[in-house]
């Protein structure tokens, strides 16, 4: 077969990527070398766009461009959607459409059999730029179709409305002098299709040597997505509007855990939430464990509405949304215990120190009463009850009791401080101990001088 001569030239193209939920990409072959983006004109149009003057009976004939690609799982790989590099429009009226279609191989590297796909888009709808530009797009493919051939092709087929209209899909670089090399594979992977010649390959009958920018997408879409935020009013509803103005919460750390260890294993998947939102693409069917990362949490909140970890289960292509989890500030009161020696005479301070674990906005209260333990009321120490108040941005209180001191050799002897009806808080400490340190000595006939606990200290005549 004569091979016909292609005509490239280099043009300057700004990228612009859409955003898209990636699973399985099969871009290895788009990617591998990295792409110089180019597109080039042949005979007064373009190989892989319309016009193609050469190739066309009529200006107005359908025009398809197509890419090969290994199919990992003959007869149960799905194909879910396809990014499209286009540019170069001119549709003034908006009446050219296009269609993607997968197709399995006819045996011999050509596409064969119709798979399924998607068709009657408009470039001008979906935003394809005019002449300099080029855009990625990823679109769905609703029927999911399954290729059975051990290859399959992915065809972009235009139709123009009339011989004004333009449109380019994106290659790689064919070589010198527009890259060091040529960037495709010398695979002979991509055809394209014309009314006057049919089916072509770009490489045997052009010498194009290049890849074009058609990339599918493999896999189960099921997926599962939420939100993370700080229920400030603790009502398990997200309020972000005045009075309430509640916030997300950002960088928390979510995963699935797989093998259900309750540790975030390299292999698992994971994320991070970005304005509070999280999700998880490209899920096969089946019972998951949902949890938020220990560590990732602030210091100052607890989860209040959802469970961590947290189960789901997925159907094959669902999208479970909203599984959200609400935190609420966490203001805990705890009290201290206290150790002092009695004194011989007179009374000695025991200075109880209730806390927060952080600064609230509103008033804190907290009742206190003391509870009498070895040492009993009134003869060892001053009883006391009453309700303690920390005002707004206060985290420490001090709560005072009167020890009694006397010479009496006795056992240590305690009494404790008990918390209780908070108001604008939670107990994570409701008992103080308060041990009451004998410091009297028991003096010996013989002149030895012992403690309550038999040890000799000293020796005194008598």
């Known amino acids: 077969m004569n091979v016909r001569i292609l005509f490239y030239c280099l043009l300057l193209i700004s990228t612009f990527v859409s955003a898209q939920d990636q699973c399985e990409i099969n871009d290895m072959q788009w990617l591998t070398p990295t792409p110089t983006v180019i597109v080039y004109p042949f005979g007064g149009g373009w190989i892989t766009g319309v016009p193609d003057p050469v190739n066309q009976i009529l200006p107005t004939d359908p025009k398809g461009v197509y890419e090969r690609f290994f199919t990992p799982d003959p007869g149960v790989t799905r194909i879910d959607a396809v990014r499209v590099g286009m540019g170069w429009l001119t549709d003034e009226d908006d009446d050219m459409r296009f269609q993607v279609i997968v197709y399995d191989d006819d045996g011999f590297g050509n596409p064969g059999a119709v798979v399924g796909g998607t068709g009657n888009i408009s470039p001008t709808t979906i935003g394809v730029p005019a002449q300099g530009f080029y855009n990625e797009f990823w679109l769905d493919l609703p029927s999911n179709p399954i290729?059975?051939?051990?290859?399959?092709?992915?065809?972009?087929?235009?139709?123009?409305?009339?011989?004004?209209?333009?449109?380019?899909?994106?290659?790689?670089?064919?070589?010198?002098?527009?890259?060091?090399?040529?960037?495709?594979?010398?695979?002979?992977?991509?055809?394209?299709?014309?009314?006057?010649?049919?089916?072509?390959?770009?490489?045997?009958?052009?010498?194009?040597?290049?890849?074009?920018?058609?990339?599918?997408?493999?896999?189960?879409?099921?997926?599962?997505?939420?939100?993370?935020?700080?229920?400030?009013?603790?009502?398990?509803?997200?309020?972000?509007?005045p009075p309430t103005n509640e916030s997300m919460l950002n960088d928390l750390s979510l995963y699935l855990d797989l093998n259900t260890n309750g540790i975030k294993d390299p292999e698992e998947?994971?994320?991070?939430?970005?304005?509070?939102?999280?999700?998880?693409?490209?899920?096969?069917?089946?019972?998951?464990?949902?949890?938020?990362?220990?560590?990732?949490?602030?210091?100052?909140?607890?989860?209040?509405?959802?469970?961590?970890p947290?189960?789901?289960?997925?159907?094959?292509?669902?999208?479970?949304?909203?599984?959200?989890?609400?935190?609420?500030?966490?203001?805990?009161?705890?009290?201290?215990?206290?150790?002092?020696?009695?004194?011989?005479?007179g009374s000695t301070g025991f200075d109880f120190t209730v806390s927060l674990t952080q600064a609230s906005s509103d008033?804190?209260?907290?009742?206190?009463?003391?509870?009498?333990?070895?040492?009993?009321?009134?003869?060892?120490?001053?009883?006391?009850?009453?309700?303690?108040?920390?005002?707004?941005?206060?985290?420490?209180?001090?709560?005072?009791?009167?020890?009694?001191?006397?010479?009496?050799?006795?056992?240590?002897?305690?009494?404790?401080?008990?918390?209780?009806?908070?108001?604008?808080?939670?107990?994570?400490?409701?008992?103080?101990?308060?041990?009451?340190?004998?410091?009297?000595?028991?003096?010996?006939?013989?002149?030895?001088?012992?403690?309550?606990?038999?040890?000799?200290?000293?020796?005194?005549?008598?």
């Open 310 to 345: 947290t189960p789901i289960t997925l159907a094959s292509d669902e999208n479970l949304e909203n599984v959200n989890f609400g935190f609420v500030e966490v203001f805990d009161l705890a009290i201290t215990d206290v150790s002092l020696f009695e004194g011989d005479v």
């Open 147 to 241: 290729p059975t051939t051990g290859s399959y092709h992915v065809g972009v087929e235009i139709f123009p409305g009339d011989q004004e209209d333009t449109l380019v899909v994106i290659t790689s670089c064919l070589g010198p002098a527009d890259c060091p090399v040529p960037e495709g594979e010398n695979d002979a992977s991509n055809h394209i299709f014309t009314t006057g010649f049919g089916f072509e390959n770009l490489l045997t009958v052009y010498g194009a040597d290049f890849d074009i920018g058609i990339v599918p997408k493999h896999g189960t879409p099921a997926s599962v997505n939420g939100f993370v935020w700080l229920d400030l009013n603790g009502n398990g509803i997200y309020d972000p509007d």
């Open 269 to 308: 998947p994971s994320t991070v939430t970005n304005q509070g939102a999280y999700t998880f693409f490209c899920l096969d069917a089946g019972d998951y464990s949902l949890v938020i990362d220990e560590p990732s949490i602030p210091n100052g909140i607890r989860l209040n509405t959802g469970n961590n």
């Open 363 to 462: 008033q804190v209260e907290v009742d206190y009463t003391t509870i009498d333990g070895s040492a009993i009321a009134v003869e060892d120490y001053t009883p006391t009850a009453d309700t303690l108040i920390f005002s707004p941005g206060e985290v420490a209180k001090t709560i005072s009791v009167d020890v009694w001191g006397d010479g009496t050799v006795e056992i240590d002897e305690n009494f404790s401080i008990f918390l209780s009806n908070p108001v604008n808080a939670t107990i994570a400490d409701n008992t103080g101990i308060g041990t009451i340190l004998d410091d009297d000595d028991l003096i010996f006939a013989d002149g030895f001088e012992a403690n309550q606990n038999n040890v000799i200290t000293n020796i005194r005549e008598i």
